[in-house]
């Protein structure tokens, strides 16, 4: 799906090649070389061509391409990146997350915490102060009820939000006065510097909660952000021009930002090299090698979430399919989900995928950044530890080298999202790899839409439907809440409650109790030695198997100016205000 050092690197890619066969081999053989030097090639070329010493100039259209137009622009409503893109550029926050994972206040004065009083100590009152003179770009002030309307708005069961989790957590949202802002929670909540992303302007809707159907929705015209939206023409551009009354005195420099809508990925690599767009982002690495032979691009390769190998602890079909009290009938046995992992040359995958940028995953979260940032020892890899294991657990190998065991083959599918190369990729390095250990892998490959899309697009993460799959989750801010989702007991997905997101069924009441203390403490000492067990426990219970980070890539040519680095915490609009033209 959304997809990404070293020891005796050489003997162990040997192995994985010697035991690959077909268009993977092919295929890795020629990544190894190739992507290790686009990405030395790329560093040179960024170190390079980005400008120092000017000073920044006004005025200018920066063109930003994208090759998947949204049906919104409201973040909220939206799972597109480029309504969350966009939105960044005429809506801003309470509070946003630096590329180090800092908590910075944006519409509030500071971050509230115990410390400075704005926390109760209990942790269930929280009071935010916000930032005096800060007017919409319509001249209406910002005040605390529009934080309250933006409450109200994404509560209300009438509007098509994708995520409440951080309002049903909420008590009530209260505005004691013009620039104060407090939210009672049900129980102490530590995500609490995450709420509120995008506050929307009350006087816009005339206090209407549902705006389902309001235009607002496909054109943001009032903000408070750096950018306001112009126009829409469907299938070719959506413009945003710059707000005059942005708070921040010259800022932003560009006069206005245009996302440019191609065909394909391909088509905004060609449009990027003719010229035609000036960015091109969120790209996968396999664009690379592509990208290093553009003289006059500057590339930012950077991780961005972790690529893992879900693994369905339950029986993938029959009447009890997806339920966690029904093992699988290979993979319950968490013996053989550990020989798995034992089985998958992740450092391989690293090398010949990712160009040795990043090093191997070692925890559902990354381990790079932030507060929580978990750092444990990578896995093992002992494709002879692995067939002990399996032996041990009475999968005996028959006579064309699979595994049975009480007459059931060991046979799985691996899925992976259709068209995604690195994923593709992936799974065939998997799939030869489990091959030696006696285990059959076949893969299929399902558009993101049905892998992503829930109960209502038959997904196979959330029936249930699957043996092994690749997916790339990116965990902003606090992890709390995303872990909570993917890992606790009572989040197996059901029919009954389809926003639960354990998709591996794996029950683990020491893990749930992990979470507990994750979320039972404003102590973040506490809270990433809550997560570090979190992440020890996910990796026994072998619930996903961490594989890499994944390695996401802007490009832009290289008079773009002003442009800050990779921020895995926000959107790449992030300090759009700060960007120029060189030229």
Not at 235 to 249: C, H, K, L, Q, W
Not at 268 to 276: C, F, P, S, T, W
Not at 545 to 552: A, G, H, K, R, V
């Amino acid at each position: 799906m959304f997809l990404l050092y070293t020891a005796d690197r050489g003997a162990q890619t040997d192995c994985v090649m010697a035991r690959a066969s077909g268009p993977f081999a092919r295929r890795t053989w020629q990544a190894f070389g190739a992507a290790a030097s686009a990405v030395l090639l790329l560093t040179s070329a960024a170190t390079a061509q980005t400008p120092t010493g000017d000073q920044p100039r006004a005025g200018g259209t920066l063109r930003i391409g994208d090759w998947s137009e949204p049906a919104t622009l409201n973040p909220y409503f939206s799972g597109s990146t480029l309504s969350a893109v966009l939105s960044e550029l005429a809506l801003d926050g309470l509070a946003r997350v630096t590329p180090d994972g800092s908590y910075v206040p944006d519409l509030a004065a500071q971050i509230p915490t115990q410390a400075n009083g704005d926390v109760s100590p209990d942790g269930t009152v929280v009071t935010w102060k916000l930032k005096h003179g800060i007017t919409w770009s319509d001249g209406q002030p910002f005040t605390s009820q529009d934080v309250v309307y933006t409450y109200e708005m994404l509560i209300d069961p009438a509007n098509p939000v994708l995520n409440r989790s951080d309002y049903a957590a909420m008590q009530s949202v209260t505005a004691p006065a013009e620039d104060t802002i407090v939210v009672t929670y049900k129980r102490l909540y530590p995500p609490y510097r995450l709420a509120f992303p995008w506050v929307f302007p009350s006087h816009v809707f005339n206090g209407e909660s549902n705006i389902s159907q309001d235009p607002f929705n496909r054109a943001e015209t009032v903000g408070t952000g750096p950018f306001l939206f112009k126009s829409w023409v469907s299938g070719d551009t959506i413009t945003f021009d710059r707000n005059a009354s942005y708070r921040e005195p010259g800022r932003p420099y560009l006069d206005e930002v245009i996302a440019k809508i191609v065909p394909s990925r391909d088509a905004e690599i060609q449009a990027l090299e003719a010229g035609d767009i000036d960015v091109a982002y969120f790209l996968d690495p396999s664009y690379l090698s592509q990208l290093a032979r553009l003289q006059d691009v500057s590339v930012d390769p950077g991780p961005y979430g972790v690529t893992d190998l879900f693994v369905n602890a339950s029986c993938p079909t029959g009447p009890q399919q997806g339920d966690p009290a029904c093992p699988h009938p290979v993979l319950g046995d968490v013996r053989v989900r550990q020989a798995i992992e034992l089985a998958i040359d992740k450092q391989a995958l690293v090398h010949a995928l990712m160009g040795d940028r990043v090093n191997v995953a070692v925890s559902p979260m990354l381990s790079t950044t932030g507060p929580y940032a978990v750092d444990l020892p990578p896995s093992e890899f002992s494709p002879d530890a692995a067939d002990s294991l399996l032996d041990q657990a009475g999968w005996i190998t028959g006579s064309d080298g699979i595994r049975s065991k009480a007459g059931v083959r060991a046979q799985l599918s691996i899925i992976n999202a259709v068209g995604d190369i690195i994923s593709e990729e992936a799974a065939q390095a998997i799939a030869a790899d489990l091959q030696a250990i006696g285990i059959a892998v076949d893969n299929k490959e399902m558009t993101p839409t049905v892998i992503s899309g829930g109960i209502a697009t038959n997904s196979p993460l959330y029936l249930g439907s699957f043996d092994l799959l690749l997916f790339t989750r990116t965990v902003r801010g606090d992890p709390l809440p995303y872990l909570r989702a993917q890992y606790a007991s009572d989040q197996v997905p059901t029919a009954q409650a389809p926003s639960g997101q354990n998709w591996d069924r794996v029950q683990d009441p020491q893990l749930d109790q992990a979470l507990d203390s994750a979320g039972g403490t404003l102590d973040d000492t506490q809270r990433q030695a809550a997560f570090v067990s979190v992440s020890r426990l996910v990796r026994a219970d072998e619930a996903a198997i961490p594989l890499f980070p994944w390695l996401i890539v802007d490009a832009r040519k290289s008079y773009v100016a002003g442009w800050g680095p990779t921020n895995v915490n926000d959107w790449v609009t992030w300090n759009a205000q700060d960007w120029w033209l060189n030229q």
